[in-house]
């Protein structure tokens, strides 16, 4: 099973994954969490006021904007008052062995009010995290699963280790040309 914000449909053919596309509310107002959610919907309040239903056939709509051609994509809508937390739980639940999610980029005072989602999921994590950020135009999205040159960062830890593993096993599905990366920092005195 895959966790996906972002559209993994040519990755998870690849591995015959099956993808479940996750929504997680909270009691926070509708119109911040949701921008393209109707106004009549994005009502100030709990999210328990708002019609399930609606919500569900708002992302199935978002869902249906990406077709995914013999690929089984589940919806699944859950609240919780902890976001990255099930986002972690379902995963584990779902015993997903990627999470796909979109980066929304927050920076400044915006993320030490509303932290970052991403970087909670990406810390505590038992399955590798693909992070999709807000700047990647459509041209990139859809060559992202037909890369042919692929970069993995190490530092000789065991995380590194288990990206590289998860690195080559992607670079041959995708027949790409795999670069492993070390960086020394120098002392600017030097």
């Known amino acids: 099973a895959l966790g996906v914000e972002a559209d993994v449909t040519d990755a998870a053919r690849w591995y015959e994954a099956h993808v479940t596309a996750l929504h997680i509310f909270t009691n926070w107002p509708l119109a911040n969490m949701i921008p393209s959610l109707p106004s009549e919907v994005a009502q100030p309040g709990s999210f328990k006021e708002v019609d399930r239903d609606e919500l569900m056939r708002h992302m199935r709509s978002f869902v249906e904007r990406h077709p995914a051609v013999e690929v089984q994509i589940d919806l699944v809508l859950q609240e919780a008052p902890d976001v990255p937390r099930e986002i972690l739980a379902q995963a584990d639940a779902l015993k997903a062995d990627l999470i796909v999610v ?21 810390r505590k994590a038992t399955c590798p995290v693909m992070v999709v950020p807000r700047r990647v135009d459509e041209a990139a999205l859809s060559r992202a699963v037909h890369a042919s040159r692929m970069l993995c960062p190490v ?12 690195a080559i096993s992607l670079a041959k599905e995708a027949d790409a040309r795999l670069t492993v990366l070390h960086v020394v920092e120098m002392s600017p005195e030097l």
Not at 155 to 166: P, Q, V
């Open 102 to 122: 979109g980066s929304h980029g927050r920076s400044g005072f915006e993320r030490l009010l509303l932290g970052s989602i991403t970087e909670k999921v990406l």
């Open 155 to 166: 530092d000789f830890s065991d995380s590194s280790i288990a990206a590289l593993t998860f």
